[in-house]
């Protein structure tokens, strides 16, 4: 069974920084699409950032240049760099793995595991 723990999270002001972590347990993902999603309340879950086993990333239009999503195979860890942070970035920040290995893309729907998600909060 795998599991995802994502750190990191806090409060942070308006135009800082912050990297979020997701660690991998119980399988090692080095060859599965991981990605970020974000959720407010009484929103559906968005996707934000993904990385494909290749290294190949996807990122949504309202983080673009100012998010970047990594891996650390040796670590079966995967990183959300967020720089230029607005307060309508606030939300929960959820990691997911999608089991469907060596996709060369990433997906923005159908990931199989979930984290628990740690709270980003961005004060104005």
């Known amino acids: 069974q795998v599991q995802l723990v994502e750190s990191g999270g806090g409060l942070v002001q308006a135009g800082g920084s912050m990297r979020l972590s997701c660690a991998a347990s119980?399988?090692?993902?080095?060859?599965?699409?991981i990605a970020w999603f974000r959720q407010t309340p009484g929103k559906e879950r968005e996707f934000v950032a993904g990385?494909?086993?290749?290294?190949?990333?996807k990122y949504a239009v309202s983080v673009r240049g100012r998010f970047t999503i990594s891996r650390d195979n040796a670590k079966n860890t995967v990183y959300l760099q967020m720089n230029s942070l607005r307060p309508e970035d606030t939300a929960v920040y959820y990691c997911?793995?999608?089991?469907?290995?060596?996709?060369?893309?990433?997906?923005?729907?159908?990931?199989?595991?979930w984290g628990q998600g740690t709270q980003v909060t961005v004060s104005s």
């Open positions: 119980g399988r090692t993902v080095t060859n599965y699409p």
């Open positions: 997911g793995l999608d089991l469907d290995a060596y996709r060369s893309y990433v997906p923005v729907t159908g990931y199989d595991f």
């Open positions: 990385i494909a086993w290749i290294g190949s990333t």
